[in-house]
């Protein structure tokens, strides 16, 4: 059912109220609210992609089912007022934490202020004694918030409490890589584990994000809860995104090309069924031309970090219209997405459930075994992909004068020169014995400028260039990680330019011969360079 008018679409909010008291278009998606009440678990994770309305369906929950307020004139005519449900709405205390809104650096404090807020709303002068001595000491470390909401308000009506707390995920995706993560994350647990498991004074409770984050225990605690994800959802299918019959709906309306539109927005797959993009399909609505409507997220800045080479092969694959057959993981670990520990499985089911690649099985093997069908489903994420892969994958080097970017910084400007010193260099560069050959010292000199030149191009912290380390039966003059492969360099310095070739040779065969870089791993290549300098003149020789 559509209400509204199809001319007067409103992108700037997912308030429920405002949508509907302002006469805009609004697509009945009021069946979520029967699903959700009418579903014995008590805790409901949803997970879903961004833009597919999951703060307006919030929003919606919310003013359905308040009774501080009776917002039930702006359900009529959808569907949700014919339902058996209906008795319920305007009858309990319902309480929205958007999580969106969270900084890291106030978060406590926050989320602490939100819940005194609706302790004083409900209860007036009369606070039970456990809350008011949580409201008078302030602890912002107290975990019990939730716990001392629903009690008080109970005490105050009677009534068990709805707890609805949006994009659960935002300030942990956005920490991810930051120190004060583990610190979030421990203090979450507590919190959703106190409010929510085994909470007496708890009706329901329903989450949502992104990603269904569950290796790390933030949901340890929660014996009750029920996931509801883009792999395994048969009770929300319908409920986020547009789905064929709404599209079928806005045509009848708006008299738009409906397979030009599936092109651009539909695809992306809730347990095998397709559904379009709801802002997407929205903005089109109201602008009147297609475009890429996927702007700049946190969720791209991590896929950033994981490429690899290999990854980069599978997205230009993707891009050229190919499926490709991954094993993909329903569960993800913030934590383990750093560029060394993240396993493909991983990284794709963060692609598959941030909603950049559409997925359908393909065997029937235990889940965390079985293979999957990768595509990308739509047009516009094959723009969102080119555009991140030219903004992303393929950045120019980082140049030589990247050295000088804190040079109006002398504080920091020693700092850089100090890491190169402590992270790149070794003691033995700076060791000049007393009777040192001329050709030693040459070799010394050039050993430390392709050593420094290296260190200009360094992918990160665990890819940059180091010197003189132990390796086999020796040591070798320069070593560097890159994504694709190990570099080991020997060099040497000649006493003619006749002797260049030779020379270059040379050092090859020392580095075989002191079976450098035995240690490495031998399932990544190695590169082993040999070269030689005269002056401004060099050889190179390589062996892989």
């Known amino acids: 059912m559509i209400i509204g008018d199809v001319k007067k679409i409103d992108l700037s909010t997912s308030i429920f109220e405002l949508i509907i008291t302002g006469g805009n278009l609004y697509v009945d998606k009021t069946r979520m609210i029967e699903n959700f009440l009418n579903d014995s678990s008590r805790v409901h994770l949803v997970t879903r992609h961004r833009r597919l309305g999951k703060s307006l369906n919030m929003s919606m929950l919310r003013h359905f089912l308040t009774d501080r307020a009776d917002f039930r004139h702006l359900f009529k ?139 790390e225990s933030l949901f340890s605690g929660l014996n009750n809860i029920e996931v509801f994800d883009v792999f395994d959802d048969n009770l929300y299918t319908d409920d986020y995104g547009f789905t064929e019959a709404e599209i079928d709906e806005l045509q009848a309306l708006a008299d738009f090309d409906k397979a030009e539109l599936k092109a651009w927005y539909n695809g992306i797959l809730v347990n095998g069924h397709a559904i379009y993009n709801t802002y997407s399909v929205a903005t089109f609505l109201k602008r009147g031309s297609y475009d890429c409507h996927w702007t700049r997220s946190g969720v791209m800045d991590i896929i950033a970090e994981l490429l690899n080479v290999e990854r980069m092969e599978t997205l230009a694959r993707l891009l050229d219209g190919e499926r490709i057959l991954q094993t993909v993981d329903k569960r993800i670990s913030l934590k383990g997405l750093s560029p060394e520990y993240t396993l493909d499985r991983d990284f794709y089911s963060l692609l598959v459930q941030a909603g950049y690649l559409a997925v359908e099985t393909e065997s029937a093997e235990s889940p965390e075994n079985a293979f999957v069908a990768l595509t990308i489903p739509n047009k516009e994420l094959m723009l969102a992909w080119k555009d991140f892969i030219l903004k992303y994958a393929f950045k120019e080097p980082t140049p030589i004068l990247n050295i000088f970017r804190n040079s109006h910084n002398a504080e920091k400007f020693a700092e ?61 003059d320069v070593f560097i990680e890159r994504k694709e492969a190990y570099y080991i360099f020997e060099l040497k310095s000649s006493e003619k330019a006749e002797d260049l070739a030779d020379d270059a040779a040379a050092a090859l065969r020392q580095i075989n011969e002191k ?24 050889a190179v020789v390589c062996e892989v």
């Open 77 to 215: 005519g959808l569907y949700i007022e014919n339902s058996p449900v209906w008795e319920l709405a305007n009858s309990a205390p319902a309480f929205h934490f958007d999580f969106r809104l969270l900084n890291p650096k106030t978060y406590k404090k926050t989320l602490y202020f939100r819940i005194v807020q609706h302790i004083k709303d409900y209860c007036g002068d009369n606070i039970p004694e456990m809350a008011l001595e949580y409201i008078s000491n302030k602890d912002f470390e107290d975990t019990d918030g939730l716990l001392h909401l629903t009690e008080s308000v109970h005490r105050a009506t009677g009534k068990r409490s709805y707890i609805l707390i949006d994009e659960y995920d935002k300030i942990l995706m956005d920490n991810h890589n930051s120190p004060q993560y583990e610190e979030i994350r421990n203090f979450l647990t507590l919190f959703f584990s106190a409010g929510i498991k085994g909470n007496e004074f708890l009706e329901k409770a329903l989450l949502t994000g992104v990603m269904r984050i569950s290796k």
């Open 416 to 476: 850089d020169l100090q890491d190169i010193l402590d992270n790149r260099m070794s003691y033995h560069d700076f060791l000049k014995p007393r009777d040192e050959p001329t050709k030693k010292a040459l070799e010394r000199t050039y050993q430390q400028f392709m050593l420094i030149l290296l260190c200009a191009y360094g992918d990160s912290k665990k890819c940059y260039p180091t010197s003189n380390r132990e390796s086999g039966d020796g040591r070798y």
């Open 515 to 538: 079976r450098y870089g035995v240690e490495l791993d031998e399932n990544k290549r190695l590169v082993r360079i040999g070269l030689a300098f005269f002056g401004k003149q060099c």
